[in-house]
């Protein structure tokens, strides 16, 4: 069965439904290693981001299997329930939606704050730096930080696209994604880039705060792209960058 070009429409989807089909058709054997990402993105004629979003739901649906160093590869058939992500918009489609939308509403909140909508959001600053020190989950400061500023626009038809954009974008997907890349440096880089947005907030600095949401959304794709590289792909023995980040993983638990 040959690889065919994909239509862009459900891009992520779409690529995981070819190569469960090229799976069920024997091209690729139970144990056997994937084609490289950049070559499944060469010959279905689709970016890498999309293939990553196709090979994460497909480790969701156990059909391959991430071999940290190795590459990833074809699972054995096995009756299990997995969660069904097949709904989800892609995680990096979520990331650019909300680069396009949120860089926005943070230029408004700071042309359009209160002194007294600024609070809640200086709170969820502090609140995850104690997380972040404590090493406990930031989930809850981080959505409390973006929904923030989305009230302090004064614009309430904004408040819930925030809410439906992060509702939406924490999907078994993006669970994969954090399970597989949050680290206590990525944490901490979120809580700087948090800081940075609140400063332009403080100081009214419209254009400056669109630049901070944005910079902190482009960095989130970089290095979630980055660390997917470092998990799967040495074609020989064991990525001496993933094993020191291996190592410093396993001494922060």
């Given at each position: 069965m040959p690889i065919r070009t994909v239509e862009n429409q459900r891009l992520y989807r779409q690529i995981a439904d070819q190569v469960t089909a090229l799976i069920e058709a024997g091209e690729f054997a139970h144990g056997s290693r994937l084609p490289s990402e950049r070559d499944l993105a060469v010959q279905l004629g689709v970016s890498r981001p999309s293939v990553r979003e196709a090979?994460?739901?497909?480790?969701?649906?156990?059909?391959v299997e991430v071999r940290v160093g190795a590459g990833i590869f074809v699972a054995a058939?096995?009756?299990?329930?997995?969660?069904?992500?097949?709904t989800e918009a892609g995680p990096f489609e979520h990331l650019r939606a909300r680069w396009l939308i949120e860089g926005e509403i943070a230029?408004?909140?700071?042309?359009?704050?209160q002194a007294e909508d600024l609070v809640p959001i200086r709170a969820s600053v502090q609140d995850m730096q104690n997380r972040v020190r404590k090493?406990?989950?930031?989930?809850?400061?981080?959505?409390?930080?973006?929904?923030?500023?989305?009230?302090?626009?004064?614009?309430?038809?904004?408040?819930?696209?925030v809410h439906d954009l992060w509702g939406r974008g924490r999907g078994a997907i993006w669970r994969r994604m954090e399970h597989h890349f949050q680290t206590h440096d990525l944490r901490?880089?979120?809580?700087?880039?948090?800081?940075?947005?609140?400063?332009?907030?403080?100081?009214?600095?419209?254009?400056?705060?669109?630049?901070?949401?944005r910079h902190h959304l482009d960095r989130v794709v970089r290095e979630f792209s980055r660390r997917w590289d470092l998990l799967k792909e040495t074609e020989t023995g064991i990525?001496?960058?993933?094993?020191?980040?291996?190592?410093?993983?396993?001494?922060q638990r």
């Open positions: 090979l994460i739901a497909l480790e969701i649906e156990g059909k058939p096995r009756p299990v329930a997995v969660p069904d992500p097949s230029a408004e909140a700071a042309k359009n704050a090493e406990l989950p930031t989930e809850d400061s981080d959505r409390a930080f973006h929904c923030g500023i989305a009230k302090a626009t004064h614009n309430s038809a904004l408040v819930p696209v901490t880089a979120t809580l700087e880039d948090h800081r940075a947005i609140l400063d332009m907030l403080e100081t009214a600095d419209a254009r400056g705060a669109r630049a901070a949401m990525n001496p960058a993933l094993q020191a980040l291996a190592k410093k993983r396993g001494s």
